[in-house]
């Protein structure tokens, strides 16, 4: 009546996530193709964050990637960002102001302020 199920049956959704989770991320070093300049390494990251515009308003982000000297942050909402922002991430231990370098619908990329 109550048949013994296999345990070790393996489930294939189940085993291709985990090759997926198992391939190493590297890091990537992009270079500005005008200038010549590399930029910094970017860590590949999924971090939910909170970017506060000047005017106070708070906006939740998750942060995509991010380096020394900036990170990349994408938010659901279609909102044009001022061009100084504070970004915050407490698992990252970021909480500094930024600039905003560009800017696509859902999408910015930031450049840390030097303190």
């Given at each position: 009546?109550?048949?013994?199920?296999?345990?070790?049956?393996?489930?294939?959704?189940?085993?291709?996530?985990?090759?997926?989770?198992?391939?190493?991320?590297?890091?990537?070093?992009?270079?500005?193709?005008?200038?010549?300049?590399?930029?910094?390494?970017?860590?590949?990251?999924?971090?939910?964050?909170?970017?506060?515009?000047?005017?106070?308003?708070?906006?939740?982000?998750?942060?995509?990637?991010v380096s020394d000297?900036?990170?990349r942050i994408e938010?659901?909402?279609?909102?044009?960002?001022?061009?100084?922002?504070?970004?915050?991430?407490?698992?990252?231990?970021?909480?500094?102001?930024?600039?905003?370098?560009w800017q696509t619908?859902?999408?910015?990329?930031?450049?840390?302020?030097?303190?």
């Amino acid at each position: 009546m109550f048949k013994k199920t296999d345990t070790k049956a393996s489930d294939p959704l189940a085993d291709r996530m985990r090759k997926i989770a198992a391939v190493p991320v590297e890091e990537t070093t992009y270079s500005s193709v005008a200038t010549g300049e590399k930029r910094a390494v970017r860590k590949p990251t999924f971090k939910s964050a909170t970017l506060t515009l000047l005017g106070g308003e708070r906006l939740d982000v998750v942060v995509k990637n991010v380096s020394d000297t900036g990170a990349r942050i994408e938010f659901l909402r279609d909102i044009h960002l001022t061009d100084r922002v504070m970004l915050s991430e407490p698992t990252l231990r970021i909480r500094t102001w930024a600039y905003v370098i560009w800017q696509t619908r859902g999408a910015a990329g930031l450049q840390f302020v030097a303190t």
